[in-house]
């Protein structure tokens, strides 16, 4: 038997701490919930359903201690609010195991699995309240601390069991929630089954009591906060391994996809230049050209796509070379677009023009600002130019591609490097170029500034930081 100034000391020493789970776990549920709202698994609406329910056992379980300490209130109300926490507390344990299952498996329970779940939980939490009526006057043995040992050696086994099957599956894994939520697993289970000892030391020496002191309460809320932060880390790291996934199986689709139809594209143009030398009348000339214009367009399209999947799959490699031997490269590629011989190139090359950078990645901005200076250059201007400028600012490499063509509209210049846009329709182009460009200058650590007038040209400034290289590097 358990003597009253025992039993008053135990629950004030409980009162704050479980007032502080009850918040927590009622956040936990807000929070989960957001998710699932947000994301649509199931997971997280058990996960969210089983921390209210430890919110309502945490609550359940200090109005019935309450009743217990005032004897005027009988035990009826006990007897009811017991059965209540058992039935929250195993409720809890029990959504929160077959959220994880779902997260692990990805499949639910039958139906069937889960009535008996079900089942099994309202006949326990039906004995623990009716452990009562075997209480002698004025103690608490059956029905207060046998109800709660029971919980406590349910709640213990079902957590460390749970921790064992995440450690399991994630024991090769680097995932940070994983290894969280299995280790916060196991701690509180063993501390349930701690507190279940101690229930059973309780029930063989009436001069026992577990001692609850505001230390045990620090680490009761620890526990549950690394399982709650566990839950959400690792439901972000399925999250962005899934889109990482998606992202992958996206981009061979499209790169697959863009190089299988290139193909038959290829050997169309290869058909409509044979007609072009056999088609003699004016009219079938006409329309062979117009065919020819429209396949064209067609195929840098898909050029442009299998540029960006190429570019995104390309790693980083650094080194060091002249601009001049760059721009010469680009040159060679562009020189045969439609307008390019009548466009002046103004690039003087120095030997300071040097810079240590990836290469590949700077080749495809200059590719891109070079030929777009190409493309929309203004025909109607007689000395059309395209001028290249380098310079350093400490370790700082500014290059600036400027032209005199038809220019960017000032509501356009903002958009510019977003996917497919397009500044006029007039444009023959993707809409891709320069949405590449500000891809490839994320990758070596590199900003674009523009400045552009519509009528008078354009200046592109590319930043490229740490690229300056000295001459006795």
Request: hydrophobic content about 45%.
């Amino acid at each position: 038997m358990i003597n009253q100034s025992n039993f008053d000391q135990y629950f004030e020493s409980i009162l704050i701490s479980y007032s502080g789970q009850a918040v927590w776990g009622i956040g936990l549920t807000l929070i989960l919930w957001y998710f699932f709202n947000l994301y649509q698994r199931k997971h997280l609406k058990l996960w969210s359903f089983s921390w209210l329910a430890f919110a309502a056992y945490v609550l359940f379980s200090l109005l019935t201690l309450y009743c217990a300490r005032n004897q005027d209130i009988g035990p009826f109300w006990q007897n009811i609010f017991t059965f209540l926490f058992q039935i929250a507390g195993l409720m809890h344990v029990l959504w929160l195991l077959q959220g994880t299952y779902h997260l692990i498996y990805r499949k639910t329970l039958s139906l069937r699995y889960e009535y008996i779940q079900y089942t099994l939980v309202v006949l326990i939490g039906l004995f623990s309240s009716l452990l009562y009526l075997f209480e002698e006057d004025g103690g608490y043995i059956y029905s207060l601390v046998l109800p709660f040992t029971i919980k406590s050696l349910i709640v213990g086994g079902s957590f460390i069991f749970a921790g064992i099957q995440i450690m399991r599956l994630g024991r090769r894994d680097t995932a940070v929630g994983k290894k969280l939520l299995w280790i916060a697993f196991l701690l509180y289970g063993f501390e349930n089954l701690n507190y279940a000892l101690g229930g059973v030391y309780m029930i063989f020496d009436e001069n026992y009591i577990v001692e609850i002191d505001g230390a045990l309460g620090v680490i009761d809320f620890l526990l549950l906060s690394f399982i709650g932060i566990g839950m959400i880390i690792w439901m972000l790291e399925e999250e962005r391994s899934t889109l990482e996934k998606t992202n992958r199986e996206l981009d061979s689709f499209l790169y697959s996809t863009s190089h299988d139809l290139r193909a038959p594209v290829a050997s169309l143009l290869g058909l409509i230049n044979i007609a072009k030398h056999d088609i003699k009348d004016e009219s079938g000339q006409r329309y062979v050209k117009m065919m020819e214009d429209r396949v064209k367009k067609l195929d840098h399209i898909f050029s442009d796509i299998l540029n960006y999947s190429r570019n995104i799959k390309t790693e980083i490699t650094l080194k060091t070379f002249r601009l001049g031997e760059m721009v010469e490269d680009v040159i060679t590629d562009v020189k045969f677009n439609q307008g390019a011989d009548s466009i002046r190139l103004d690039y003087d090359e120095h030997i300071h023009h040097t810079l240590r950078t990836d290469y590949y990645q700077l080749k495809v901005v200059l590719g891109n600002l070079i030929s777009n200076a190409v493309k929309y250059h203004d025909s109607k201007k007689p000395d059309q130019f395209i001028a290249i400028r380098f310079e350093k600012y400490d370790r700082d490499v500014h290059i600036s591609v400027e032209d005199n063509g038809i220019g960017i509209a000032p509501e356009s210049q903002h958009k510019v490097f977003d996917m497919f846009y397009r500044a006029t329709s007039e444009a023959e182009g993707s809409g891709l170029g320069l949405f590449i460009v500000q891809q490839a200058l994320d990758k070596i650590n590199a900003r674009i500034a523009l400045v552009s007038e519509l009528g008078k040209g354009s200046i592109f400034k590319v930043i490229i930081e740490n690229a300056g290289v000295k001459l006795d590097d």
